[in-house]
């Protein structure tokens, strides 16, 4: 079963470090990366339907415009049952509280580790890859 995961963050150089760290994953068909340079972006690819099934977002948390603790409160109306990893290089306890708050299924820092977030990926859905 191959399900999708939206990556949320205005540093274009995510979308290559993603791509490197789950090009094993794309290759065997357990993941598709879809990616989004802010929240409106986010927003609009959410509003378009995103397939394969999306099954997590990972969104940056500092971003220009409407940063990551903005975008979660919306997706948490628009989609309460879909799960958010909030991402960010601050891991201070006030994010954390923050994000819990708002309704974040986990809260990883950068830089990432990629092998513990793969491992949440599978803890949250199964052995996929």
Partial sequence: MTVSILIVDDEAD???????RFRREERQGAYVLHFALSALEALERLAGGIEPQLIVILSDINMPGMD??????????????????MLTAYGDEERRRRAVEYGAADFVTKPVDFEF?????????????
């Fill in 14 to 20: 995510v979308v290559e470090l993603f791509r490197q």
């Fill in 117 to 129: 977030l793969k491992e949440r990926l599978r803890q949250l859905y199964g052995p996929m890859a």
């Fill in 68 to 85: 990551g603790f903005a975008l979660l409160r919306e997706i948490k109306v628009l989609r309460p049952d879909l799960p958010v990893i």
